[in-house]
């Protein structure tokens, strides 16, 4: 882990310490309150070019499940938690949660509050940010995070379609 941030298009800089893929990554910043079922929301493709803060404290703690899956796609560009996932625990897990990750490019923050971030998504909305894996990229962040769009009018439908038809059976789960 290393020191790091969620910067705010605000301008409002959270400290936070980088756990997941190392890449600055804006988004909209969103929030699921949500017991169970972190890695069916990481890859629901509904979450495409979110990034996802978790009200649960308990996130990775059972481990990554390919069966689990929604998409073969990422779902969201990155997660902000509040305790560093040290060890799953799950007859299921078939992989661990801090490589999984880094395999599927999120970037990933820990070490947060999550319910002051709450509280101000549930006040203000959605608010695009960023994640900054580096405490000493925050210029940069600015920068990528004012060139970031936001979500209205982007056909994100075509982010997460798959290219070629393919037929569905349980056999072949993604």
């Not at 298009?9 to 699921?32: H, K, L, M, Q, R």
């Not at 393919?166 to 993604?174: A, D, L, S």
Request: proline content about 5%.
């Amino acid at each position: 882990m290393k020191p790091s941030a969620i910067l705010l298009a605000d301008g409002t800089v959270i400290p936070a310490e980088s756990i997941g893929y190392d890449s600055i990554t804006p988004g909209e910043i969103v929030f699921n309150t949500s017991m169970t079922g972190y890695q069916e929301i990481m890859t629901d493709p509904s979450y495409n070019k979110q990034i996802v803060t978790f009200t649960n404290p308990h996130i990775g703690n059972t481990g990554i499940n390919v069966d689990d899956y929604e998409s073969s796609h990422n779902g969201c560009s990155g997660i902000i938690i509040r305790n560093y996932p040290t060890k799953e625990s799950s007859w299921r897990s078939d992989n661990n949660f801090l490589e999984f990750l880094k395999d599927k490019l999120i970037s990933a923050v820990c070490s947060v509050d999550t319910r002051y971030l709450t509280s101000l998504l549930r006040d203000k909305g959605s608010i695009n940010g960023c994640i900054v894996p580096d405490i000493k990229k925050l210029d940069r962040a600015k920068d990528l995070l004012s060139e970031f769009p936001g979500l209205n009018g982007l056909d994100l439908a075509k982010n997460v379609t798959v290219k070629d038809q393919y037929i569905w059976n349980e056999e072949h789960m993604i």
